[in-house]
Structure formats: C-alpha cells, structure tokens
C-alpha cells in the first residue's frame, strides 16, 4: 500500500511536471513575441487578455481545431507519429532536473540527457522524409547532420565539467560552485556549450532546419494543425530544458531560489534576443565552427582540466 502511493505520488508529480512546463512555454512565446516586438519597433500581441497575456492560450487553440491535412503521398504512420515522440523526448529530458521531493532523482542524468537529444534528430528526420516533399528532405537532412555535429562538441565541453565535479548526477554541481561558478572557471568552454545549444535546439543563427528563404519552412513544411503545435512545442521546451541545464552547468547549480529562476530567464531572453539581433549564418561555416574551431577548443580543455584533477589528487 506504501509503494502504491509513492508511486502514485510521483505520477501526480510528474503531471504536475508537464502542466507546468507547458505553461512555462506558453509564457516563453509571449515573451518572445514581446521581445521581436520592442526590438523590432512595435507592440507584439496586446489585444487578447491583459497586454496579450493570453494569446498563446488562444493560439495553441487555434492550432489544434483547425483541420488536419491528409497528403496523398506521405509515408502515413512516420508522417503523424514524428510530431508526438519528438515532443515526448523533449518532456522526458525534465526528468532529470534534480528533484528535492517526490519525484525521481537520476544519478546518471547527464547520461540521460546525452540519450534523449541523440534520439530527438531521427524524429525530425523521420518528419522530413516521410511527407514526401523535397524541401522538408533537405530540411531534416540539414537538421541531422547539424544536431549530430553539435552533439560531438556538447559532449566534449560537458566532459570537461563532469571532470571536475566526478559524478553524473546534476545535484554536485550545486556543492562544486559554492566558491566560484564554472561560468568564471571555464569562460571560454561556457560560451561555446551557449552557442552550440544554440545550434541543438535549430535556434537562430542556426535554424538552418527551418531556413525559410531557402526551404519554405524546412522539415515541418507539409505539417498543419496539431502536428506542426507539437514541433514547435518540442522546440520550446527543449529552449527553456536548455536554458536550465546552463543555469545548473556554468551558474551556480541547482536550488530553489528566486535568484535560479530568474538566470534561466536570463539565459532564455538571450535565444530570444539573439534571433531578434543576428542573421542567419551560412551553412558550411556552421560545421567549420564545429568541426575545425569547437573542437580542438574542447579537447584541449578536456586535456587541461584532466591536467588539474590529477594534480589536485
């Protein structure tokens, strides 16, 4: 009977979980909105509730009653399934933010992260190739070739602070940066895992997934209604997931304070204002960034901070 309501308590916590980053992500697209508004010399949304608190409530309505289109010549079960695991995965990802209460605690949750992410690019290519169509293709081949570049690299920088901590469990970064944050000790890895999560979640100057000059809309040209809400709800959380793990990473690590949430704000109003500020940058040099710059940039450090630990030992 215990274990009967632990685990009822922990799928109430769960629930609660999702409520509330989809309400998190509801708030991050106004804020957006907002932002491109003011930097772009107008009001972004304001009719809807008070100064527009309530239009991505109404858009997100919008989005899934309008009606669904059925193409001819879609490979049917990828074509529809892509949208909801894309958008689980990136739920799933808030699983191993270090709970203090009622939920689980993973002790390999950099692991997990790492696992969610590299199995995020087949569903954006399953998107592309399934609808048959030749822009959302290169669109979903762009996106993989990309997500999967940028992973070597994020990998690599995230090796040189799980060096330093020795644990995989995300709660040890809190007690590591209890002196000085990792942000201050690694300043150039930091900016490199800032620009490379930039360029996981397909944001600007990366969105290359979703060039529309060159794709229409890249991967999820052919989608409509509800499968295009799921995307571009998948691509938010994995934002706001991606602004959180910086927070704990590089400034300071977990803990329940005004001061946390308002730097994974922080870091959330920097996706937004660097798409209002920057244009969109050139493919090829976006994989010379990875391959020939982020890199040897990582592996280098990786080398030093290895260095350091057996010194300290």
């Known amino acids: 009977m215990i274990m009967f309501i632990d685990y009822l308590n922990i799928m109430v916590g769960v629930i609660i979980l999702i409520i509330g980053v989809l309400i998190g992500v509801a708030f ?6 907002k932002i491109l508004g003011y930097i772009q010399i107008r009001k972004g949304p304001n009719k809807l509730g008070f100064m527009g608190f309530l239009q991505s409530f109404s858009d997100a309505i919008k ?13 049917y079960f990828c074509f529809y399934f892509s949208p909801i695991v894309g958008f689980i995965l990136s739920l799933l990802l808030w699983m191993m933010i270090p709970y203090y209460f009622n939920l689980v605690n993973f002790n390999l949750g950099l692991l997990f992260f790492f696992c969610c992410t590299s199995l995020g690019v087949y569903t954006i290519m399953a998107a592309g190739w399934s609808s ?63 620009s490379s999560s930039l360029a996981e979640t397909n944001r600007t100057p990366f969105d290359f997934a979703e060039g529309e000059s060159e794709l229409v809309s890249g991967f999820n040209v052919e989608y409509s209604s509800g499968g295009f809400a799921l995307i571009f709800l998948a691509e938010y959380t994995s ?6 793990l910086f927070s704990i990473i590089y400034l300071g690590g977990y803990n329940l304070s ?31 960034l990875s391959w020939k710059i982020y890199l040897p940039i990582s592996l280098n450090f990786l ?11």
Do not use: H
Request: hydrophobic share 55%; proline share 2%; aromatic share 20%.
């Open 28 to 33: 991050l697209t106004l804020l957006e909105r």
């Open 63 to 75: 989005l899934f009653s309008k009606e669904q289109m059925y193409l001819s010549y879609s490979n």
């Open 239 to 244: 934002i706001m997931f991606m602004s959180l």
């Open 258 to 288: 005004l001061i946390f949430y308002l730097k994974v704000v922080f870091i959330s109003f920097f996706f937004i204002w660097v798409r209002g500020t920057l244009p969109r940058y050139r493919y090829d040099k976006l994989m010379y």
């Open 303 to 313: 080398l030093l901070f290895t260095g350091l630990k057996i010194i300290m030992i």
């Open 132 to 194: 048959n169509s030749n822009y959302s293709l290169l669109g979903g081949l762009r996106c993989a070739a990309q997500t999967i570049s940028y992973e070597v690299s994020l990998s690599l920088i995230l090796l040189s602070c799980i060096l330093m901590v020795m644990d995989f469990n995300l709660l040890k970064f809190n007690y590591y940066q209890s002196l000085i944050w990792f942000l201050f000790l690694m300043m150039p890895l930091s900016f490199c895992w800032l």
